[in-house]
């Protein structure tokens, strides 16, 4: 049940853990008040507290001084939230921030959830949808590349992109619409090529958007690059040079990896999850056996698959098999061991291996691996990134309005294609309206804002 007036909310808006200060934040209408009963400001001060500014002094519970602070309140619609709010700058211990949030929620606040306190600035209209979002990606940005996006989107870059798409679109619709009137009047009263070739390249600049959110998704949750041949080839040996350490158990006996490992490297800014796996084979125990199928699921999972092969041996119906078993996938082929005697040929491989890229390398050696990192990244950036720049940061229910807005708009042109009266296509342009207004943030639900602001630490 939602009570009338809003609950006062409280956290800690600095990590958990010691640190030099500790800050909590206090948002809703009885902030000032707990403010005052808890805040014994220095012997200076006459009078009230002057917003906006910080004051020392002692956060005090019925008489017992908890810590020496430093305090500000913070009165709506001005503060971060436009609510009420109070910040208290403590010494930053675990018990004396959980002294002060206690004393607080003995007062009758309540402790606030992951983002709700940017969740309530989008609610009053401090911040929009995108730019909450970025704030969002910005603070759990791990890359390079992910930061200087979201700075990026920050800027206001993606909300200029998505209201000019409307404007748009609403002047489609307005042609559209001032001709319905006189229909029965004038037969070609639409001009039905230009209205078309505007719908078009809305769609057009959709899709991209479409592809670029795609490409943050990417970014942020990092590609999977899976390791895959078979026994003893050297998948665990290259999961290891790249990580420059002895991560994964590397041995003569084919088998031995069985376990999926997973490791995350950055390879100029853009982050990706290498996954090393079980050789591919017929297995000869369960433990193997198990390790195989694992295999076979991340191989059905990856983004990008590491085809190694052994420059040492031949080529087996073991290999054959593992290629095609990558058949749909994005695949560099790892030639390793190229330290030595070649025997191996790709030939041997059949069909299919000429559409990959070949890289030869030695793990063993450390041969080869800047051009291998060079391969993954030109690949990676192609493929996945749409080049370099780009990529925005929309979450996935908005996602699925963007598209639904491009297939709408993809009725509407081969509406005006056919010569469709005015009412059905404007009926299309409404309907991609819409669910460009929910991405917009202008419409929402609390599904929609669940899934942004659950991403969120607990405290922003
Ligand atoms: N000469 C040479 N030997 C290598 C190279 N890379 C790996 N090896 C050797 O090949 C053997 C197998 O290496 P691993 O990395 O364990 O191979 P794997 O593909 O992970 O094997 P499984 O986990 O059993 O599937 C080890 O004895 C490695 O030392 C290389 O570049 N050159
Ligand atoms: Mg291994």
């Not at 000019?164 to 006189?182: H, P, Y």
């Not at 999926?260 to 090393?276: A, F, N, R, S």
């Not at 990008?304 to 054959?320: A, P």
């Not at 991609?432 to 419409?443: D, H």
């Amino acid at each position: 049940m939602k009570t009338l007036e809003p609950e006062t909310i409280v956290a800690p808006a600095t990590p958990e853990g010691e640190g030099a200060i500790g800050v909590i934040r206090v948002s809703g209408p009885r902030s000032l008040q707990l403010l005052s009963s808890l805040f014994r400001p220095g012997k200076s001060l006459s009078g009230p507290l002057e917003p906006f500014r910080l004051y020392p002094g002692w956060i005090a519970d019925d008489g017992e001084k908890i810590d020496q602070v430093m305090a500000a309140a913070m009165p709506g619609p001005k503060s971060y939230t436009g609510e009420d709010m109070v910040e208290i700058h403590c010494h930053g211990g675990r018990a004396v921030i959980s002294a002060i949030l206690d004393a607080l929620i003995r007062r009758g606040a309540r402790p606030a959830e992951a983002g709700e306190f940017t969740r309530r600035a989008f609610l009053h209209g401090k911040i929009d949808l995108t730019r909450a979002e970025s704030v969002a990606w910005l603070i759990s940005a791990r890359s390079e590349e992910e930061r200087l996006r979201a700075v990026d989107q920050i800027g206001g870059g993606l909300g200029e992109r998505l209201t000019a798409l409307r404007r748009r679109l609403v002047e489609a619709l307005a042609r559209v619409e001032v001709t319905l009137d006189f229909e029965e009047f004038e037969e070609e009263s639409l001009p039905y090529p230009e209205v078309e070739s505007s719908i078009r390249e809305a769609r057009e600049e959709l899709c991209s958007l479409e592809r670029e959110a795609r490409a943050g998704e990417y970014l942020r949750e990092g590609l999977k690059v899976v390791i895959v041949g078979k026994p003893n080839v050297g998948k665990s040996s290259l999961l290891n040079t790249f990580l420059a350490r002895k991560r994964a158990i590397v041995s003569r006996s084919p088998g031995t990896t069985r376990d999926t490992i997973e490791e995350v490297i950055v390879l100029d800014g853009v982050p990706l999850k290498l996954i090393d796996t079980a050789g591919l084979r017929r297995p000869r125990t369960g433990i193997e056996e198990e390790g195989v199928a694992r295999a076979r699921e991340k191989l059905a999972g990856a983004d990008l698959v590491l085809l190694v092969l052994d420059s040492g041996t031949r080529i087996t119906d073991n290999d054959r098999e593992i290629l095609r078993l990558a058949r749909d996938k994005r695949t560099l082929i790892v030639v390793n061991k190229t330290d030595l005697p070649a025997r191996a040929e790709l030939e041997g491989l059949g069909d299919g291996w000429e559409k990959r890229e070949v890289v030869r390398i030695s793990a063993e050696k450390n041969w080869g691996m800047e051009r291998l990192r060079e391969e993954i990244l030109a690949l990676v950036r192609k493929e996945f990134l749409g080049g370099k720049g780009g990529g925005v940061m929309i979450s996935s229910r908005r996602r699925t309005a963007l598209k639904e807005a491009a297939a709408a708009l993809e009725t509407a042109a081969a509406g005006c294609r056919e010569r469709l009266s005015g009412e059905l296509i404007a009926l299309d342009l409404n309907r991609a309206l819409a669910r460009l207004r929910l991405v917009l943030g202008e419409e929402f639900d609390d599904g929609v804002l669940d899934e942004i602001f659950s991403r969120f630490c607990v405290g922003k």
